[in-house]
């Protein structure tokens, strides 16, 4: 089944307004920057995005977010990003962080059609006993705090249950991938491209390198194209062109 599609607008073809999105990347590694602009260019809003993190202020998904159309979030980490840090606080955007393990474990889970899952991360603080702040409101009062979760002992220790993540689609970034949807990723942007991937319903990946089936050895296929829709080939500049969150120089 040849999955590749000629634009982007043609790979992020019904994405609409409130849909849900799992989005690859590591900081600005990996992540589907010619994906997330054209949801920008598609006019979608009110997003919910399942991330490690959103991006950087004009940057990954941080382009989205300066643009007005994300309404919640489910990360691990703010970071140096400070509209997203502004939006939250100010109570236009809502907030779940989630332990990184566990992000990644949710992703997987809900791939794997698996619905929960207890982990020991969480147990005695506020990701367990619920209270932490989702959405504020415009006073600078908790609007809307994290609900409880069930803890359950097994063998002696407490572990706490976590829901499976899925979505309506996923963005993903491959270094390689061919017209059946098989991808290989590169270094860190394996991290939680593969994840998003599982999660999505309709997922969508931008490769940097497409090859003709049967091109890749399937020992070195790091996600099967059983998971993927859409593959959208990137131009050479396209490929190339790769964020970096932080320079340093060296005296």
């Given at each position: 089944?040849?999955?590749?599609?000629?634009?982007?607008?043609?790979?992020?073809?019904?994405?609409?307004?409130?849909?849900?999105?799992?989005?690859?990347?590591?900081?600005?590694?990996?992540?589907?920057?010619?994906?997330?602009?054209?949801?920008?260019?598609?006019?979608?809003?009110?997003?919910?995005?399942?991330?490690?993190?959103?991006?950087?202020?004009?940057?990954?998904?941080?382009?989205?977010?300066?643009?007005?159309?994300?309404?919640?979030?489910?990360?691990?980490?703010?970071?140096?990003?400070?509209?997203?840090?502004?939006?939250?606080?100010?109570?236009?955007l809502e907030l779940e962080l989630t332990p990184q393990g566990t992000l990644a474990e949710r992703l997987r889970a809900?791939?794997?059609?698996?619905?929960?899952?207890?982990?020991?991360?969480?147990?005695?603080?506020?990701?367990?006993?619920?209270?932490?702040?989702?959405?504020?409101?415009?006073?600078?009062?908790?609007?809307l705090p994290s609900p409880p979760k069930e803890v359950r002992a097994f063998h002696g220790r407490d572990y706490l249950?976590?829901?499976?993540?899925?979505?309506?689609?996923?963005?993903?970034?491959?270094?390689?991938?061919?017209?059946?949807?098989?991808?290989?990723?590169?270094?860190?942007?394996?991290?939680?491209?593969?994840?998003?991937?599982?999660?999505?319903?309709?997922?969508?990946?931008e490769v940097e390198e497409l090859v003709e089936p049967g091109a890749l050895d399937p020992d070195e296929v790091h996600?099967?194209?059983?998971?993927?829709?859409?593959?959208?080939?990137?131009?050479?500049?396209?490929?190339?062109?790769?964020?970096?969150?932080?320079?340093?120089?060296?005296?």
């Amino acid at each position: 089944m040849d999955k590749v599609v000629h634009s982007a607008a043609e790979a992020v073809a019904g994405i609409g307004d409130g849909a849900s999105l799992a989005v690859g990347g590591f900081g600005l590694s990996g992540v589907p920057d010619v994906l997330i602009e054209a949801v920008r260019a598609s006019g979608a809003r009110g997003l919910a995005i399942v991330s490690n993190n959103c991006g950087v202020d004009g940057g990954g998904l941080g382009i989205l977010l300066a643009a007005g159309r994300i309404a919640r979030v489910t990360g691990s980490y703010v970071g140096d990003n400070k509209e997203f840090a502004r939006q939250y606080l100010s109570g236009e955007l809502e907030l779940e962080l989630t332990p990184q393990g566990t992000l990644a474990e949710r992703l997987r889970a809900g791939g794997a059609g698996i619905p929960g899952f207890y982990t020991p991360a969480g147990v005695g603080t506020l990701v367990a006993e619920g209270g932490l702040p989702w959405r504020y409101a415009p006073d600078g009062s908790v609007a809307l705090p994290s609900p409880p979760k069930e803890v359950r002992a097994f063998h002696g220790r407490d572990y706490l249950l976590e829901e499976a993540i899925t979505t309506d689609f996923a963005l993903v970034r491959a270094a390689r991938g061919d017209r059946h949807g098989n991808l290989v990723f590169r270094k860190a942007a394996r991290n939680f491209n593969p994840l998003a991937a599982m999660a999505g319903r309709t997922t969508v990946a931008e490769v940097e390198e497409l090859v003709e089936p049967g091109a890749l050895d399937p020992d070195e296929v790091h996600l099967p194209g059983v998971y993927v829709r859409r593959v959208l080939p990137l131009t050479p500049a396209q490929a190339a062109a790769k964020g970096i969150e932080k320079r340093r120089v060296r005296p």
